[in-house]
């Protein structure tokens, strides 16, 4: 069952990110009912996004189209880049540790920080501490000024002295089997239809380059014989631009 908060983020990710576009609410809403979402929690999710100045609206009549902030622009496109951009440094045995204590009439950007923590990776410790084994201290120090919560924000470098195997710690701050389940289902059914999808694709056209402008052209179909012979005097004419002296015979020369 997809959230109603990540279809919508991850519907205005893939469309309407570059270039950056606006979607009608009737039209957001008959696009994610097909995920299951009712159309209540689909009006609810904007509402709060709408709040906490992720999306924009924009009314004509009695129509509302929705676009993203500069902040929901930001937030996409850098998570984007955690996404598609994989960190290859070896993990040297420490945590980044954020924690925070936020008052509750700052809840939206309390709400605003977890959404964004959980983009850039961190894991729930509890439920005011998050660990990450990146170094992503300046991305949370630009994160929460941009909130205006830094005074209500601690972050610290750790390694971590016991009592738990940190195996279990990453299983309870990262549901990675649901994890796994989710993707090995979504190979298992969309790689045969991406199969398919490949199989009925046209070839794709190469347009000769400059020098081989002179080559004859082989019209299919070919019958087997053919088509080596055709392959025997490509080959030919290839090696002839290869060298500056011809190898074979003269009357094996022809290109044309």
């Known amino acids: 069952m997809f959230r109603p908060q990540s279809a919508l983020l991850t519907l205005y990710g893939d469309y309407a990110l570059q270039p950056r576009g606006e979607i009608g609410i009737g039209s ?8 299951g979402l009712s159309e209540q929690a689909i009006r609810s999710a ?9 999306l924009k609206a924009r009314r004509v009549g009695r129509r509302s189209y929705y676009s993203l902030t500069e902040d929901g622009h930001s937030l996409l496109t850098k998570g984007a880049q955690r996404i598609f951009q994989r960190k290859n440094t070896h993990w040297d045995g420490t945590w980044n540790v954020v924690t925070y204590s936020i008052p509750e009439q700052r809840r939206q950007a ?22 990450s084994p990146y170094d992503l201290a300046k991305e949370v120090e630009d994160l929460v ?4 919560i830094k005074e209500h924000v601690q972050i610290f470098h ?3 002295q016991g009592f738990t195997d940190p195996k279990k710690i990453v299983s ?7 994890t796994h389940e989710k993707y090995a289902n979504f190979l298992a059914k969309y790689r045969p239809k991406l199969r398919a999808r490949l199989k009925r694709l046209p070839a794709p056209y190469h347009p000769l380059p400059p020098q081989f402008a002179g080559l004859s052209k082989a ?8 088509a080596i012979t055709e392959a025997k005097r490509c080959l030919r004419c290839d090696l002839r631009l ?10 094996e020369r022809s290109c044309g």
């Open 28 to 35: 957001v809403v008959k696009l994610l009912n097909n995920l």
């Open 46 to 54: 904007v509402s709060r996004m709408c709040r906490a100045r992720l």
């Open 110 to 131: 309390r709400d605003r920080l977890r959404l964004e923590l959980g983009w850039m990776g961190y894991g729930t410790l509890s439920e005011a501490t998050w660990i």
């Open 145 to 148: 000024e941009r909130l205006g």
């Open 158 to 160: 750790a390694e971590h």
């Open 172 to 178: 309870r701050c990262w549901d990675l089997s649901t």
């Open 219 to 226: 019209e299919p179909p070919l019958s087997q014989n053919a």
């Open 242 to 251: 290869l060298f500056s002296k011809p190898i074979w015979a003269p009357k």
